[in-house]
């Protein structure tokens, strides 16, 4: 079974960034990174389709990066010009919604004013 692994999250002041890290248990190409904010449903927020095409959520566009390493089988975000909305647990997982597997613990990203 997949494992996902995801880290990096913290504590920063707005305007600040971070970077997650999502460790897979094997290869892969479709993956992503989803958002639960507090009290309100996990939405995907930016994805690899397929080998190299990069989709984002309008709300991140021009402040997240998502790449891999393909050799680690490691998904990253890179997460800039942070926002207090961006507070949340960030999650890895497939795409799309029918090759979503277990869900890991997922990593808190806390932004403060």
């Known amino acids: 079974q997949v494992r996902l692994v995801e880290s990096g999250g913290g504590v920063v002041q707005a305007g600040g960034s971070?970077?997650?890290?999502?460790?897979?248990?094997?290869?892969?190409?479709?993956?992503?990174w989803y958002r639960q904010a507090p009290g309100k449903q996990r939405d995907l927020i930016a994805s690899f389709v397929g080998r190299d095409t990069t989709n984002y959520a309008g709300s991140v566009k021009g402040r997240f990066t998502i790449s891999k390493d393909n050799a680690k089988n490691t998904l990253y975000?890179?997460?800039?010009?942070?926002?207090?909305?961006?507070?949340?647990?960030?999650?890895?997982?497939?795409?799309?919604?029918?090759?979503?597997?277990?869900?890991?613990?997922?990593?808190?990203?806390t932004v403060s004013s």
């Open 18 to 32: 971070l970077r997650l890290s999502c460790k897979v248990s094997r290869s892969f190409f479709s993956m992503g």
């Open 77 to 109: 975000l890179q997460m800039n010009s942070l926002k207090p909305e961006d507070t949340g647990v960030y999650y890895c997982n497939f795409i799309p919604s029918g090759a979503i597997v277990n869900w890991g613990q997922g990593t808190q990203v």
